[in-house]
C-alpha cells in the first residue's frame, strides 16, 4: 500500500483582505464603503465555505487513516495471541489442565472447554477429562449425562459424585450404567438425605471394587426407623485407603482394614442431637489397624453428650490426630493408644470457655503419657490449667512445634522451656494467638536463651559441653496483647518473626479471628516499608 496518497490533499490559501484597510471611513462609511463591505462579506463567506470543504475532505482522510490504524492494531493482537504459551501447549498438558478444573468443582469443564477452539476441543479427547463425573439426581436427564460421560472416559478412572434425593426414580438404572465400569472406580462420593438410600447404594455395590482408592459418605439423617448408615456390604476393596464419614452417628464396617486416613463428621439437626458412644468409637477403630490419620468433627458448634468408657484401642500406626469436638468431648482421647503419634491437633467446635477446662488438661495429660513422639502440640481454644502445661512439656521430650490459640498460658511456663536444661529441647517453632497472658519480652528471652551461646553471648564458646537445645527458627505473634512493637523487632533480630496466618490451610483462615491486616499495614507505614526481611508480613 502507498504510504504518501494523503499528502496529495491539496488546502487552498484565499487571500484575506481586511475590511478595516478598505473604508474611507470606520465612523461613517460612505456608500461606496457600504458596497465595499457587501463584497468583502460575501469574499469571505465564499471562502468558509471552501475552508469547509476542505475541513471534509481532511476528515474523510482521518477517519480512514484511524480505521485503517485499528486494523493495524487488530493484526497486532491476533499475531501476539499466537505467541502465547496457551497456544503453544501440548494438548497432553491442555487436557491435565481441564482435569484439575473438573476435579476442583467445576463440573461443566470438559464441555465447556470442548466448546472454545479447535485446540482445546482436541485436548479433551483424552479420556482422563472427563474422569470426574458429577452426578446430581435432582436435575432432568441424569441417565443420558452417564451415557455420554461414559463414553468419553472409555477405560480411564473414574472418580464418582452421586447426590442422591429422597425421592429419585433414575437411581436404579443410574446404578445399572456405572455398576459395569465397577474396575475403573477410583473414588466414590454418595450423598443422601437418609441412611435408607446409603445403604441401598451400598448393598447395590456389593461386588469386588479393586481399584478404589477414596469413600466419601454424607447422610444427613437416620432412616425414620433409626437404621445407621452400614458399609459392611463393602467386602472386596483391597485399596481402600481414605474415608470420609458425615453422619450422625459412628459408622459400621467389618473388612475395611487398609485404610489409612479417616475423617468422621457427626452431624446433627436442631431437633435431633445424638450422644457420642465410646464404646461405638472403638469398634470402629478396632477395625481399622493400619489407620495413620484420624479426625473427628462435629459438624455445628455446641456440647454433644458423651458416654465413657473404660476400654481402650491400641492404634500403633498413628500419626496424626485431629479432634474438633466440644469440650466434654476430649475425654475420647483416653480411649487412645498411639504411641508413634506425631501431631495432636485439639480443637474446640463450641465458643470458647472464659476459663480453662480442668478435665481437658488432665486427659490430655494422661493421652501424652502413651505417645511420647508428638513433634507438632495444637491446642485451639482448648485452654488448659497452667500446671497441666508443665506436665505436657514434661511428657513432650521430642516437640518440635507448639501452637496456642486463645490460651492463659503465662510467661512462668514459658521460663520452663528456656535452654540448658529447659523442657522440650527440640523446640523450634512457636505459634501463639490471643495469648493474653503472655508478654513479648517473655518471648524474647526464650528465643534468646535458645540461641548457641556464642551467639548470644558474643564471644567464642567454651569448651565445658552445654546440654544441647534447638534455637528458635520462628515466632508467630498474633493478636497477643502484650506483645508489643518493639518485641516483634527485638524477635525479628534473633529468629523469623511472623504476623501472618501460614496460609489458606490455616484453621483460622476460614474463621477469619486473626486476620490483622490493618495492624500489619500500620507497621508497615511507620517504618517506611523498610522492616528486616525476618519479619513476615
Known amino acids: 500500500m502507498a504510504r504518501g496518497w494523503y499528502h496529495n490533499v491539496d488546502v487552498l490559501s484565499t487571500p484575506l483582505t481586511s475590511v478595516m484597510d478598505c473604508v474611507s471611513c470606520i465612523r461613517e462609511p460612505t456608500e461606496d464603503d457600504m458596497v465595499l463591505i457587501r463584497q468583502i462579506i460575501m469574499s469571505d463567506e465564499e471562502a468558509i465555505q471552501e475552508l469547509d470543504s476542505e475541513t471534509s475532505i481532511l476528515y474523510s482522510v482521518l477517519e480512514r487513516l484511524r480505521l485503517q490504524k485499528d486494523k493495524h492494531r487488530e493484526n497486532i493482537r491476533r499475531a501476539r495471541s499466537l505467541l502465547t504459551l496457551a497456544r503453544r501447549l501440548p494438548p497432553e498438558l491442555l487436557a491435565r489442565i481441564f482435569e484439575i478444573c473438573a476435579k476442583s468443582g467445576w463440573t461443566r469443564a ?5 466448546q472454545v477452539c479447535s485446540a482445546w476441543r482436541k485436548a479433551t479427547t483424552f479420556p482422563h477429562v472427563w474422569s470426574h463425573l458429577f452426578l446430581d439426581l435432582r436435575s432432568g436427564n441424569s441417565i ?17 459424585t452421586l447426590d442422591i434425593p429422597l425421592e429419585s426414580p433414575s437411581l436404579d438404572e443410574v446404578l445399572g450404567l456405572l455398576i459395569p465400569r465397577s474396575k475403573q472406580w477410583h473414588t466414590l462420593v454418595v450423598k443422601s438425605v437418609d441412611s435408607t438410600t446409603m445403604n441401598y447404594v451400598f ?3 456389593s461386588f469386588p471394587l479393586p ?13 425414620s426407623q433409626g437404621e445407621a448408615a452400614n458399609m459392611a456390604s463393602l467386602q472386596d476393596a483391597p485399596r481402600l485407603s481414605r474415608l470420609l464419614i458425615v453422619q450422625p452417628n459412628f459408622p459400621r464396617w467389618s473388612s475395611i482394614t487398609g485404610v489409612t486416613k479417616l475423617h468422621v463428621v457427626l452431624s446433627s439437626s436442631t431437633l435431633f442431637t445424638p450422644s457420642i458412644n465410646a464404646t461405638d468409637w472403638i469398634e470402629m477403630l478396632q477395625a481399622l489397624p493400619e489407620l495413620r490419620d484420624l479426625t473427628l468433627e462435629l459438624s455445628k458448634p455446641g456440647t454433644r453428650t458423651y458416654n465413657d468408657t473404660q476400654s481402650t484401642v491400641d492404634l500403633p500406626h498413628l500419626e496424626l490426630l485431629t479432634l474438633h469436638v466440644s469440650p466434654e468431648v476430649n475425654g475420647i482421647l483416653l480411649t487412645m493408644r498411639a504411641p508413634a503419634l506425631r501431631q495432636l491437633h485439639l480443637r474446640c467446635s463450641s465458643e470458647p470457655l472464659a476459663r480453662p477446662h480442668m478435665p481437658s488438661g488432665a486427659h490430655l495429660c494422661q493421652f501424652l503419657e502413651f505417645s511420647p513422639c508428638v513433634r507438632l502440640l495444637e491446642l485451639y481454644d482448648v485452654d488448659v490449667e497452667r500446671i497441666d502445661f508443665v506436665r505436657c512439656f514434661e511428657l513432650l521430650p521430642k516437640l518440635e512445634e507448639l501452637r496456642l490459640h486463645d490460651s492463659d498460658i503465662a510467661d512462668e511456663q514459658l521460663r520452663l522451656l528456656h535452654g540448658g536444661n529447659g523442657y522440650c529441647p527440640n523446640l523450634a517453632r512457636l505459634d501463639f494467638r490471643w495469648c493474653n497472658y503472655l508478654t513479648g519480652s517473655a518471648l524474647v528471652n526464650l528465643t534468646r536463651s535458645r540461641l548457641p551461646q556464642d551467639e548470644s553471648e558474643g564471644r567464642v564458646s567454651s569448651t565445658m559441653p552445654m546440654p544441647q537445645t534447638r534455637r528458635i527458627h520462628e515466632v508467630a505473634v498474633i493478636n497477643c496483647l502484650h506483645v508489643k512493637e518493639q518485641d516483634v523487632l527485638d524477635l525479628a533480630e534473633i529468629t523469623l518473626c ?21 495492624y500489619r499495614q500500620r507497621l508497615r507505614l511507620r517504618h517506611n516499608n523498610k522492616l528486616p526481611e525476618t519479619v513476615i508480613l
Open 110 to 114: 470438559p464441555v465447556a472447554v470442548s
Open 144 to 160: 443420558g449425562k452417564v451415557e455420554f460421560w461414559l463414553s468419553k472416559v472409555q477405560h480411564a478412572p473414574l472418580h464418582i
Open 203 to 205: 448393598r447395590r455395590c
Open 211 to 223: 481399584n478404589l482408592r477414596q469413600l466419601n459418605v454424607v447422610t444427613e439423617m437416620e432412616s
Open 498 to 518: 511472623r504476623l501472618l496466618m501460614r496460609s489458606d490451610e490455616d484453621h483460622c483462615y476460614t474463621r477469619g479471628c486473626c486476620n490483622n491486616e490493618r
